[in-house]
């Protein structure tokens, strides 16, 4: 079995951590649809792609990476939506704060999830 196919392989530990990434995602969108600050077409624009890289994440097997990065996402609608209530005058504070956790979040689950994997590699190879 090449690598490709054996990453790809669906089982019931991917099958759990998807529904639990989901359920985050779902969970966090629907608040803030329900509050009237984001609509359908911000979520299927911004935040439905970043759900798809999660869940790719996942498939593949890089499920620290997937829930840094979904929580990066939600932690920044949360203080994107927090900003711009307290604020005195509209701005795009909210906004900036919001991309830079998103990004911020994608760099720290690359690098905790590569840290992780080599000593995992470490951990095994040593056993051997």
Do not use: D
């Not at 609509?39 to 911004?46: A, E």
């Not at 979904?70 to 609608?77: D, P, R, W």
């Amino acid at each position: 079995m090449t690598s490709l196919k054996k990453a790809m392989k669906l089982n019931r530990k991917t099958l759990v951590h998807s529904i639990i990434c989901s359920i985050i995602f779902l969970v966090v969108m629907m608040v803030f649809i329900t509050l009237n600050y984001i609509g359908f077409y911000s979520v299927q624009v911004i935040y439905l792609p970043i759900w798809a890289v999660a869940i790719a994440a996942i498939l593949f097997g890089q499920y620290i990476f997937s829930y840094i990065f979904i929580t990066a996402a939600a932690l920044g609608l949360t203080i994107e939506y927090i900003i711009h209530v307290y604020q005195e005058y509209p701005s795009m504070k909210g906004a900036v704060v919001n991309t830079l956790l998103i990004c911020l979040g994608f760099i720290v689950g690359v690098v905790v999830q590569i840290v992780v994997k080599r000593a995992r590699n470490k951990r095994e190879g040593s056993a051997a």
